[in-house]
Antibody
Framework: QVQLVESGGGEVQPGGSLRLSCAAS????????MHWVRQAPGKGLEWVAG????????YHADSVKGRFTISRDNSKNKLSLQMNGLRAEDTAVYYC??????????????WGQGTMVTVSS | SSELTQDPAVSVALGQTVRITCQGD??????TNWYQQKPGQAPILVIY????KRSSGIPDRFSGSRSGNTASLTITGAQAEDEADYYC???????????FGGGTKLTVL
């Protein structure tokens, strides 16, 4: 079945780094744009970053630009998020999500179960 | 503007109709999508393509529409299982970034 499974979350100190991964299965990964969306405890959804089907274009929210980098490996059906310079306000559940389009359309039709990132000293 | 504004909370009596709204300038240019999220679960896409499509398995009591810069999610005959947080999203003015509304907590009385 169509599935996204995130991994790589954990607890890290401010200023530290983490790399999140998302394993896709059950669909042609290389045909869809992909996104990372986060949700801080008790808060709403916040888009973090998106990448086109062929990785030719990638975009990041202003809140993470210069610190986070989205990437994908279509040969391995894997989406990644490299997070550097982590701050307390980055603490959230991070979701991997599929866009229904090849480029960013904004309708996220498949979501993973999320992975928790906690930034704390 | 790239912001989408939603009412924080809405309530509806069981079996009645409720409308959840989402306001933002970018909605004039880009489709609005709606998500349902229940506690401890990932969001689910409910309505997309400006209300023209419902995700598989979503009951037809859910519908979407837009007028000007305001999009609406309507639940006709709300059920207890519809109690959840609802988020709208679209793209920002550049078309390259995704934006979410702040969410609306729906209570079914």
């Amino acid at each position: 079945q169509v599935q996204l499974v995130e991994s790589g979350g954990g607890e890290v100190q401010p200023g530290g780094s983490l790399r999140l991964s998302c394993a896709a299965s059950g669909f042609t990964f290389s045909s869809y744009a992909m996104h990372w969306v986060r949700q801080a405890p008790g808060k709403g959804l916040e888009w973090v970053a998106g990448i086109w089907y062929d990785a030719s274009n990638k975009y990041h929210a202003d809140s993470v630009k210069g610190r986070f980098t989205i990437s994908r490996d279509n040969s391995k059906n894997k989406l990644s998020l490299q997070m550097n310079g982590l701050r307390a306000e980055d603490t959230a559940v991070y979701y991997c999500a599929r866009d229904w389009g090849m480029i960013i359309e904004g309708a996220l039709d498949i979501w993973g179960q999320g992975t928790m990132v906690t930034v704390s000293s | 503007s790239s912001e989408l504004t939603q009412d924080p909370a809405v309530s509806v009596a069981l079996g009645q109709t409720v409308r959840i709204t989402c306001q933002g300038d970018s909605l004039r240019n880009f489709y609005t999508n709606w998500y349902q999220q229940k506690p401890g679960q990932a969001p689910i896409l409910v309505i997309y393509d400006e209300g023209n499509k419902r995700s598989s398995g979503i009951p037809d009591r859910f519908s979407g529409s837009r007028s000007g810069n305001t999009a609406s999610l309507t639940i006709t005959g709300a059920q207890a299982e519809d109690e959840a947080d609802y988020y709208c999203n679209s793209r920002d003015s550049t078309g390259n970034h995704v934006v979410f509304g702040g969410g609306t907590k729906l209570t079914v009385l």
